[in-house]
């Protein structure tokens, strides 16, 4: 019983860490977004050089979609602490290591699954023969 009330006590710590980090995320969007805006202004009634205005607003573009892409993740998170799916991985099922998620609290996967999903992108083949050593549990 106490082994339960220690992972769901981590679990409540790693919600208020993704909770803080969806705020963080949501400003820094929000921040950008009126750089854009503000940027796309100035265009208009400025005549700088564009070229060198159009790369520094494609940069902020960039991180806009790197940051809405960790924010999207994070709300993903939260959402699987709320159907009780937190920490399960959603490749092979098992739990993910409580360390993991210490350190990636949005993350869907487990390591060896993180590993195959990375592969996967990468156009790369699958190096075991069999799916097992993706299912096999990390330590925890």
């Known amino acids: 019983m106490d082994r339960r009330r ?9 919600e208020i860490k993704l909770l803080r980090k969806k705020a963080q995320l949501e400003q820094e969007v929000a921040g950008y977004l009126d750089d854009l805006r503000q940027a796309s202004t100035d265009h208009f009634s400025e005549s700088g050089d564009s070229a060198l205005d159009a790369l520094g607003d494609q940069e902020i573009a ?5 940051r809405a892409l960790e ?18 991985c959603e490749g092979c ?16 996967y487990c390591t060896h699954c993180q590993d195959e999903v990375e592969r996967q992108a990468r156009g790369e083949e699958h190096y075991a023969e069999n799916w097992e050593c993706v299912t096999e549990p990390e330590p925890e």
């Open 62 to 66: 960039d991180i806009v979609e790197m």
């Open 93 to 108: 099922g098992r739990n993910i290591s409580l360390t993991r998620l210490a350190v990636l609290p949005a993350t869907p």
């Open 71 to 88: 924010l999207k993740q994070v709300a993903e998170a939260l959402e699987r602490i709320k159907d009780k799916g937190f920490g399960t």
């Open 6 to 14: 220690a992972a769901r006590n981590r679990i409540s710590q790693l």
